[in-house]
C-alpha cells in the first residue's frame, strides 16, 4: 500500500522566511501526490497535486513542491513565509498502488509564522 | 467558486444515539467522500459512493456506518449507535471524476461530540 509521512508535526518561521515542509512516500509504482492547507475551522483546501508530469510543481498561494524518485520526496517550499500561511499543512496520496481513489494522509505539519 | 458544505457545524449527541450528518457537494461533482479526524490524529478514509452505490470502505466503516444519497444535492453519513470513539471531526468531500488525479474538494467538516 501507498503512504505519505510527514517529517515534522510543527515548524516555525519567520515572516518574510524560506517554508520547508517535508514529506516522504512510499510506494512501489511512481505515485501521484497532493498538498492539502487547513486554516483553522476550515476544510482542507488543495494547495498542489504531482500527476507524473512535470516535477516541478507550482500551487496556489504561491507554495510549489518536487517530486524527486531518487530522495522518495515531495517536499512543499514557499520562498517568502507570510502571515497568513499560518495552518496545518497535510501531504496525501491514494491508497493502494491501483484503482483505488481515496486518500490516504500524512500526520500533518503546523506552520507558525512569527512576525 | 462552488464549495461543498455540512451540516451541521458541530453535533452534540449521547452514546447509543444515531446521527446523521449532512453534506452537499459541488454540483456537477459524481464522486463523495467521507473522511474523519480524531482529534490529535490522521485524517481517515471512510468510504467512497458513486452512482448510488458504495464504491470503497475502510474497516473503519462497519455496519454502524450507512451513507445516502437521498436526493439530487445531498450526501449524508449515518452512524446508528454512536460510540465515544466515534468523537471526531468528520469531512465530506466530492470530485468531478473518479480519476486518482482528480481533486477532491473537502467541506469544513462536522465536529461529533459524542457523550
Known amino acids: 500500500a501507498q503512504s505519505v509521512t510527514q517529517l515534522g508535526s510543527h515548524v516555525s518561521v519567520s515572516e518574510g522566511a524560506l517554508v520547508l515542509l517535508r514529506c516522504n512516500y512510499s510506494?512501489?509504482?511512481?505515485?501521484?501526490l497532493f498538498w492539502y492547507v487547513q486554516y483553522p475551522n476550515q476544510g482542507l483546501q488543495l494547495l498542489l497535486k504531482y500527476t507524473s508530469a512535470a516535477t516541478l510543481v507550482k500551487g496556489i498561494n504561491g507554495f510549489e513542491a518536487e517530486f524527486k524518485k531518487s530522495e522518495t520526496s515531495f517536499h512543499l517550499t514557499k520562498p517568502s513565509a507570510h502571515m497568513s500561511d499560518a495552518a496545518e499543512y497535510f501531504c496525501a496520496c491514494p491508497l493502494g498502488d491501483t484503482g483505488r481513489r481515496a486518500l490516504t494522509f500524512g500526520s500533518g505539519t503546523r506552520l507558525q509564522v512569527q512576525p | 467558486e462552488p464549495e461543498v458544505t455540512q451540516t451541521p457545524s458541530h453535533q452534540v449527541t449521547q452514546m447509543g444515539q444515531e446521527v446523521i450528518l449532512r453534506c452537499v457537494p459541488i454540483s456537477n461533482h459524481l464522486y463523495f467522500y467521507w473522511y474523519r479526524q480524531i482529534l490529535g490524529q490522521k485524517v481517515e478514509f471512510l468510504v467512497s459512493f458513486y452512482n448510488n452505490e458504495i464504491s470503497e470502505k475502510s474497516e473503519i466503516f462497519d455496519d454502524q456506518f450507512s451513507v445516502e444519497r437521498p436526493d439530487g444535492s445531498n450526501f449524508t453519513l449515518k452512524i446508528r449507535s454512536t460510540k465515544l470513539e466515534d468523537s471526531a471531526m468528520y469531512f465530506c468531500a466530492s470530485s468531478e471524476g473518479g480519476q486518482r488525479t482528480d481533486t477532491q474538494y473537502f467541506g469544513p467538516g462536522t465536529r461529533l461530540t459524542v457523550l
Open positions: 510506494s512501489s509504482v511512481p505515485p501521484y
